[in-house]
């Protein structure tokens, strides 16, 4: 019953992470031109904005531009995504299911964009007016926030006391 539910736990926020994810890029896609920009709420502008881009290399593009770039990210997002499958069942908490769910999720979602489009389309554009700017999409969003769900538990997990050395023999 319990790995029933673990499962479960995967396929849902896995699948909902994936499906917000394509829904959005989706209609990016079919409503604006590459790098079109539309300001949804005014009061954040200039720090939030939706803006149509693509990114051929990984988070904060990168290697983009590299040879075989897209090739390389989709042949380690799926190796990525199997490993973390594969590792998924011997998770004991709720909350490194559902990072590990949400980093599944978002890797699957940039690999049906670089099998679809050849690259993986990003659309959030967040800015600090002169200090940084950055677009990318909901899915990279989810990895990250994944990826540091699992390094803060990582760290609060107790450590193993030290172990005293073997004696020396004595002769």
């Keep these: ?33 590459m790098y079109e920009s539309v300001i949804p709420i005014p009061a954040l502008f200039p720090y939030f904005q939706i803006t149509r881009s693509f990114n051929t290399g990984a988070a904060f593009g990168i290697g983009a531009g590299t040879p ?41 979602g940039n690999v049906v964009d670089r099998l679809v489009y050849g690259h993986v389309v990003d659309w959030v ?11 990318s999409n909901l899915a990279d969003h989810a990895i990250v926030l994944g990826v540091c769900v699992l390094l803060v538990l990582n760290w609060r997990q107790p450590q193993p ?9 004595t002769t």
């Design 68 to 108: 075989f770039a897209s090739v390389v990210f989709f042949v380690v997002s799926v190796g990525i995504i199997l490993f973390l499958l594969a590792s998924y069942p011997r998770l004991e908490s709720v909350s490194a299911r559902v990072a590990t769910a949400m980093i599944v999720g978002g890797a699957s």
């Design 125 to 135: 554009h967040l800015s600090i007016p002169s200090v940084i700017a950055n677009v």
């Design 1 to 33: 019953m319990h790995r029933v539910k673990s499962g479960f736990l995967l396929i849902t926020v896995g699948a909902l992470v994936f499906l917000v994810d394509r829904l959005s890029k989706l209609w990016v896609v079919n409503h604006l031109d």
């Design 161 to 169: 006391a030290p172990q005293d050395p073997p004696p020396t023999p």
